[in-house]
């Protein structure tokens, strides 16, 4: 369950940006996660409010944008969507993709007052 | 407005956030749900709409009710776009491990596999095999007890327990710590055992220079399929217990084939820390890899300094 030490991650960064700009209260945080990357969304909502909880972002709500998963086929020469890290081609069935997009893990922004 | 998400107009009386108050949100902006964990040390029973727990010593405080004291033009909300790396702290400092590993010409491999694999008695194995080579220290992560640390000193090489506690993972702020308690190794050697887990570990870098992923003949040859991400990240994978092969029905050629779908680049050495077969195209690969001496001149093309 790493899912809660990203979360930890995301109350430091958190923490940085009130020392950049001060702020009392987080009222969302908004995170980028790719489908085939290293965290489980509903691992990470699954502990956020736990984790929160007595911390800067305590009460805040949680928004998870997924990104889907992308690659570059060497066969066909074109992006392909990927469902797995490891899928074949949807288009010609090649394993021959290379992961291009859907491993991002990172906090997009946060409504604060 | 609602203060915890800014949809409906009702007035709110508190603003906690362990709930919504249901009776605020009348429009469709309602994509997030009531989150009650009634795990926490508070229960009660409400009606929603009106309900006010105030969760003892929070310190957050808007007077009573921000909606009410909203000032035109003085709204203290407001949006920060981040664009951050969520493991951009861990990845910083595995930065600083890896400058600091580097400078002393010390090749860090970091490795990692399910509990019971086999990574200590492989450990021990190279070790013995490897101290009279290169100076060897061992960096090792278990949830509790310092039984492999133990293990490890046995050989006569230094090694730091790390305890992670309920944590499955080691991060970069431990490995610097325990940087901090072992000598400097000349050009030597450094293994960092991970916590025994093919998933979490995955994402955290420490400062290796490779991860080295064990798997064991008794774990089933679709593991790589099942834990992508682990087999993605390493380098190399150790195919460990191949002594017991004819014991039993697993089909290393399958077993390689998925490591390599997933991982088209990853090196496949099969071994046994028991007999020792495969051991020294290991040792071969350490040397070769790595490291080293050749690490330095690395280090200098980068631009890190001698």
Redesign the interface.
């Known amino acids: ?2 899912e809660i ?2 979360v930890e ?2 109350i ?2 958190v923490e940085d ?1 009130r020392r950049k ?1 001060p ?3 987080v ?2 945080i908004r ?1 980028t996660v790719g489908a085939l990357g ?2 489980e969304p509903e691992a990470l909502r699954f502990c956020f ?2 984790v929160t ?1 007595g911390t ?1 972002a ?4 949680l ?1 998870i944008e997924t990104i889907p998963g992308e690659g570059w086929c060497l066969l066909c020469r074109q992006t392909v969507p990927l469902a ?3 899928a074949a081609c949807p288009s010609c069935g090649s ?2 993709v290379r992961m291009t997009a859907g491993g991002d ?9 | 407005m609602c203060t915890i998400c800014g949809c409906g107009t009702t007035d709110i009386v508190e603003e906690h956030g362990v709930g919504h108050p249901t009776g605020a949100h009348a429009g469709p902006a309602q994509d997030h749900d009531h989150d009650h964990d009634h795990g926490q040390d508070h229960s009660h029973t409400h009606a929603h709409g009106a309900h006010h727990h105030e969760p003892a010593e929070r310190t957050i405080d808007f007077g009573k009710g921000l909606a009410g004291l909203h000032i035109p033009g003085m709204t203290q909300e407001r949006t920060i776009r981040i664009e951050r790396d969520i493991l951009s702290k861990n990845d910083a400092l595995a930065e600083a491990n890896r400058t600091r590993l580097i400078d002393t010409g010390t090749f860090a491999l970091n490795l990692v596999s399910s509990p019971g694999s086999g990574k200590t008695s492989l450990l021990v194995r190279a070790i013995t095999d490897l101290k009279d080579r290169w100076p060897i220290a061992v960096i090792e992560g278990d949830q509790q007890t310092s039984r492999d640390a133990d293990r490890i000193r046995a050989t006569g090489v230094p090694a730091v327990q790390v305890n992670t506690g309920k944590g499955c993972h080691l991060d970069a702020h431990m490995v610097g710590h325990a940087l901090d308690h072992l000598p400097p190794l000349r050009d030597g050697l450094l293994f960092i055992e991970n916590v025994g887990n093919l998933v979490c570990p995955a994402a955290f870098d420490l400062g290796e220079a490779h991860k080295v992923v064990v798997l064991s003949v008794t774990e089933g040859e679709d593991k790589p399929l099942k834990y992508p991400g682990m087999f993605a990240a390493a380098d190399l994978m150790l195919l460990n217990k191949s002594d017991l092969l004819p014991h039993l029905e697993f089909d290393v050629a399958a077993c390689l084939a998925a490591a390599l779908r997933v991982n088209p680049y990853i090196q496949i050495l099969t071994v046994s820390a028991r007999t020792g077969e495969g051991l020294a195209a290991f040792y071969a690969w350490i040397e070769a890899r790595g490291s080293l001496r050749p690490r330095i001149e690395e280090s200098m093309v980068n631009g890190l300094g001698p």
Do not use: K
């Not at chain 1, 305590?58 to 709500?61: F, H, I, L, S």
């Not at chain 1, 893990?105 to 007052?113: A, I, N």
């Open positions: 369950m790493h030490s990203l991650n995301v430091a960064l940006e700009q702020f009392s209260r009222r969302m995170l290293h965290a409010e736990a909880n800067i305590d009460g805040a709500r928004e797995e890290r490891f394993a021959g893990l990172h906090v997009s922004e946060m409504e604060v007052e």
